[in-house]
């Protein structure tokens, strides 16, 4: 398959979930979502950037996120990020702002409808219209005039940080433009793997003039028109993660860690004997440190001949030499 990569030094891993059994020969590019991080890090409160607004761009000219420590809504359009902030006010941001989460694709070739005097249920039901496909990944636009819409946005944090459903709850501001002349661009998701994704229609939206806009709530469509454009790929960028980050792994994930560097790669079997956790614990901490870039699945085996799967430490010291607090880290390994 030929794949958007971003090219980006901060990105270790680009991988794809399928979400229907198609032939990848018949993909290119336009087929793919890019999306940089999983869903689960930026709701449990991932909020520093782990990437430039420039290298997640690369993935598409269409999309949605957020900034630097939560610090507004982002909204991608015609291949500008606009970030909308706790104000309400719209700016076009530097190529060189670092972001923690986007989603990215590409409108190519879009179904469009025309739609008039529609809320936004009457919204999601015109989508399912133009696609009739449950699992797909359906990109977004609205484009028109709106009777009126309620947006929001967040103000900047501070750590700790605390999750993102808190920091709604307590910190958001919401106002209600009417009307509004205007464009929404988003995604509908549908379920994928648990904390990948976030199911459901997710709008972020401008003003014509570019001075205001943000999340989406709600809204009354006047005269708008609906584009949208399928994906059945979604490539997860993860970021990569330096020694460092082995100081706020947990003891007990740790342990396992220590057994791949120790032993090389080994069956979830393996862990579980050498270690002594139940093989469900066992499973659960992989795929914690999978979603960190800490382990990678080698699912045809050592080199690729066969076998039951096995998973091997991705994290390696590069150089001859290390010191301070990444050495005491590898020193008690």
């Known amino acids: 398959m030929r794949a958007m990569a971003l090219d ?15 032939d990848p020969r018949a993909c290119d590019a336009a087929d793919i979502t890019h999306q940089l991080q999983l869903a689960h890090v930026l709701l449990d409160g991932g909020y520093d950037g782990v990437a430039t607004l ?10 949605l996120g957020t900034v630097d420590r939560l610090d507004g809504e982002l909204v991608v359009v015609d291949g500008e990020p606009w970030r909308v902030d706790w104000h309400g006010r719209a700016e076009l941001m530097p190529p060189e702002t670092r972001t923690p989460f986007v989603i990215v694709s590409t409108l190519d070739n879009p179904r469009t409808v025309r739609l008039r005097d ?35 946005s967040v103000p900047p944090q501070d750590p700790p940080y605390r999750p993102y459903a808190e920091v709604c709850q307590t910190d958001e501001i919401r106002w209600r433009r009417a009307p509004f002349h205007g464009v929404f661009v988003g995604f509908r998701f549908p379920d994928l793997e648990a904390g990948a994704a976030i199911p459901g229609l997710h709008l972020h939206g401008l003003d014509r ?60 079997a393996e862990v579980a004997a050498a270690t002594g956790l139940p093989p469900a614990v066992v499973t659960a901490h992989m795929d914690w440190l999978a979603d960190r870039g800490f382990v990678a699945e080698l699912p045809d085996g050592v080199a690729g001949l066969g076998g039951e799967p096995r998973w091997r430490v991705t994290l390696t010291a590069h150089g001859s030499r290390v010191s301070g607090r990444v050495a005491d880290v590898l020193d008690s390994l």
């Open 8 to 22: 980006a030094p901060l990105v270790a891993a680009a991988t794809l979930r399928r979400v229907r059994g198609t």
């Open 54 to 63: 420039e290298e997640a761009l690369r993935g598409g000219d269409h999309g």
């Open 118 to 152: 529609v809320d936004r249920a009457g919204v999601v039901a015109a989508i399912e219209d133009l696609v009739d496909d449950p699992g797909a990944v359906v990109s977004v636009r609205l484009e028109g005039s709106f009777s009126w819409v309620l947006v929001r």
């Open 209 to 268: 003039l570019r001075t205001t806009g943000g999340h989406n709530h709600d809204l009354q469509v006047r005269d708008a028109v609906l584009s949208v454009s399928v994906s059945h790929d979604v490539a997860m960028h993860l970021p990569d993660k330096s020694m460092l980050d082995l100081l706020e792994t947990p003891a007990e994930i740790r342990t396992i860690q220590r057994r791949l560097l120790r032993s090389g790669p080994s069956t979830l």
